[in-house]
């Protein structure tokens, strides 16, 4: 195949979940004895506008999974570039063995609706309550219902619109060299329905 005048050739390789990017998510949860850990995902999104639902799919064997199980609220925190080191870390260690919040230096506060901890540090957080959950083999899906949104205010214009590029919001591009990549998203290349705009010019 030739695209721009360049021969394209196609390698058929092993399915895989190699959809990208996915957003870097540091999911937040509580036990029912009080317990709150972080647990970092990158199988995560949007599943529908009205009502406001998210996904989030986590392994069983995830002490998190445990926590969602007892407690079906939790928190979406999405960290900007400048914390993929913290973030990793929460996606590398157990919360059975180590205190996330304390050897990340993050600071847990209460939610406004839902009984999970928001991560003081991030910029924009989603409090969810689970409405479903799917097993669907290596990981279960938990469908949410998006309660209430926080975001600090500097991120925000006049008319409340969220800055985006201030936000720098971190994405991760699984099997990539092996262990996957993350990436800071900064950089706008346009906005919707800017084709329509971009036909009528030529």
Same mark, same amino acid.
């Given at each position: 195949?030739?695209?721009?005048?360049?021969?394209?050739?196609?390698?058929?390789?092993?399915?895989?979940?190699?959809?990208?990017?996915?957003? /870097?998510?540091?999911?937040?949860?509580?036990?029912?004895?009080?317990?709150?850990?972080?647990?970092?995902?990158?199988?995560? #999104?949007?599943?529908?506008?009205?009502?406001?639902?998210?996904?989030?799919?986590?392994?069983?064997?995830?002490?998190?999974?445990?926590?969602?199980?007892?407690?079906?609220?939790?928190?979406?925190?999405?960290?900007?570039?400048?914390?993929?080191?913290?973030?990793?870390?929460? #996606?590398?260690?157990?919360?059975?063995?180590?205190?996330?919040?304390?050897?990340?230096?993050?600071?847990?506060?209460?939610?406004?609706?839902?009984?999970?901890?928001?991560?003081?540090?991030?910029?924009?957080?989603? =409090?969810?309550?689970?409405?479903?959950?799917?097993?669907?083999?290596?990981? =279960?899906?938990?469908?949410?219902?998006?309660?209430? /949104?926080?975001?600090?205010?500097?991120?925000?214009?006049?008319? #409340?619109?969220?800055?985006?590029?201030?936000?720098?919001?971190?994405?991760?591009?699984?099997?990539?060299?092996?262990?996957?990549?993350?990436?800071?998203?900064?950089?706008?290349?346009?906005?919707?329905?800017?084709?329509?705009?971009?036909?009528?010019?030529?």
């Amino acid at each position: 195949m030739t695209v721009r005048g360049k021969i394209i050739h196609h390698r058929v390789l092993p399915a895989t979940t190699c959809l990208m990017p996915t957003p /870097v998510a540091l999911v937040s949860c509580r036990g029912r004895e009080g317990k709150n850990n972080i647990i970092t995902i990158a199988w995560t #999104g949007v599943v529908c506008s009205q009502p406001p639902l998210v996904s989030v799919a986590v392994r069983p064997g995830r002490f998190s999974f445990t926590l969602l199980e007892e407690n079906g609220d939790f928190v979406i925190n999405v960290p900007s570039a400048g914390s993929a080191l913290h973030a990793d870390l929460c #996606g590398t260690l157990s919360g059975r063995d180590h205190d996330k919040f304390a050897e990340a230096g993050w600071t847990p506060i209460d939610a406004s609706q839902v009984n999970a901890p928001i991560i003081r540090e991030c910029p924009l957080a989603l =409090e969810c309550r689970t409405t479903q959950r799917l097993p669907l083999g290596s990981h =279960e899906l938990f469908i949410a219902e998006v309660l209430a /949104v926080q975001v600090h205010e500097e991120l925000l214009d006049a008319n #409340g619109r969220l800055l985006v590029d201030a936000l720098e919001p971190l994405a991760y591009c699984p099997n990539v060299k092996g262990a996957g990549q993350y990436f800071a998203l900064a950089q706008s290349v346009g906005h919707y329905g800017f084709s329509a705009e971009h036909h009528k010019r030529v």
